[in-house]
């Protein structure tokens, strides 16, 4: 008898598992199509490629030019790192709205005189070092207080933003940190192959994550949590666990992404960070990844970075207000939410 509501759940997983299975092979022609991951990724190519004739016929040679590419994927690519991490937050169905704190702490933390001093005399990798510890530190205490604390994601992260932000405001004494080491800003601000490093960086985090999504068993297992977390624990997913290291892996993602704004502005400051949060979930949630959880998409997340980098970039080009700017990026992720929520919904349900 102790056996039946384990059975029933599994019977009921299983259901559901053949059902969209079911469902899937079902011919739906433009439908099916447009549920697919191809699917959208096609309509994000030609979306972006609609933001690049735009750009073309209102900024010309300005938009077209070689360096403005370069610098369109250079805005991209700080955020970028933040959103690839919060990808894999949102797949497994929570959400972490410190991240830009964590950015600015991060930053802050590796860029103090006593840090700063240590790099003089060991490495310049040991201001890299620093900022990864931070993000990860603040990002194990997210995953504590979510797994194994039972605080709603929401309001943990949200404390976590207030908290981050504060003390980074302490420690630098709400003063920017110049970076004085040798070497620092010099391997990060070069070109490889006429790219430059923070592009490269950006690449190896999106291969990175996109082998761990879609290549190992600490993707499946974050899909399975995202789709059905009692469902996964039955299977034996040890689930508080895999969510308690989803935020430490997001706040690793927030150490490189701190790294990388130092490396471009050689300063830290508790400024830095500001409202990635809105752009990282924007960013992930126009590239397909379901805010509900269970189905997550690194290449979408790439698209959708890049769509709003190269539509601010339209906008700064034909100088138009930043408020015109949030405007559009509102309406362009209200028009997402509702395609995944029309598309995402199973025929006759």
């Known amino acids: 008898m102790s056996d039946t509501p384990t059975d029933a759940a599994t019977l009921a997983d299983t259901a559901r598992v053949e059902k969209e ?50 610098t369109i994927l250079r805005l991209a690519a700080v955020i970028g790192v933040v959103s690839i991490g919060m990808t894999f937050v949102i797949t497994g169905g929570g959400i972490d709205l410190s991240v830009g704190a964590l950015v600015a ?33 603040a990002g194990l205490i997210n995953g504590l207080l979510v797994a194994y604390g039972g605080v709603v994601p929401f309001i943990a992260t949200l404390a976590m933003m207030a908290s981050a932000r504060g003390l980074a405001e302490i420690i630098s004494a709400r003063k920017t940190q110049i970076v004085s080491v040798p070497g620092f800003t010099d391997a990060f601000s070069r070109d490889v192959l006429g790219i430059s490093v923070l592009i490269w960086i950006f690449a190896i985090v999106a291969v990175v994550g996109w082998v761990l999504l879609n290549r190992t068993t600490f993707g499946r297992r974050t899909l399975a949590i995202g789709g059905n977390p009692e469902a996964s624990r039955l299977a034996g997913i040890n689930v508080r666990r895999h969510t308690m290291l989803l935020y430490v892996l997001v706040g690793v993602c927030c150490g490189i992404a701190a790294v990388m704004l130092i490396s471009r502005t050689t300063v830290g400051s508790a400024t830095h960070g500001q409202l990635y949060e809105l ?9 397909g990844t379901l805010l509900a959880g269970g189905r997550g998409t690194i290449v979408g997340t790439v698209f959708g970075v890049l769509i709003f980098a190269t539509l601010t970039n339209v906008f700064v080009l034909n100088n138009l207000s930043i408020s015109a700017q949030a405007f559009t990026k509102g309406l362009i992720i209200i028009a997402a939410v509702l395609l995944q929520k029309r598309f995402s919904r199973q025929p006759g349900s």
Do not use: K, Y
Request: aromatic share 4%; glycine share 14%.
């Open 279 to 287: 752009d990282a979930i924007a960013a992930v949630v126009i590239g």
């Open 21 to 70: 299975a079911a469902r899937r092979a079902e011919p739906g022609g433009l439908g099916q199509l447009l549920r697919s991951g191809m699917g959208h990724n096609l309509g994000l190519v030609l979306a972006l490629g609609l933001l690049a004739v735009i750009g073309i016929v209102t900024g010309g040679e300005r938009f077209a030019s070689v360096d403005n590419v370069m």
């Open 105 to 137: 702490l991060s930053s802050v933390w590796c860029t103090t005189l006593a840090t700063q001093a240590m790099a003089n005399d060991i490495h310049w990798i040991f201001i890299v070092t620093t900022a990864l510890l931070v993000g990860a530190g």
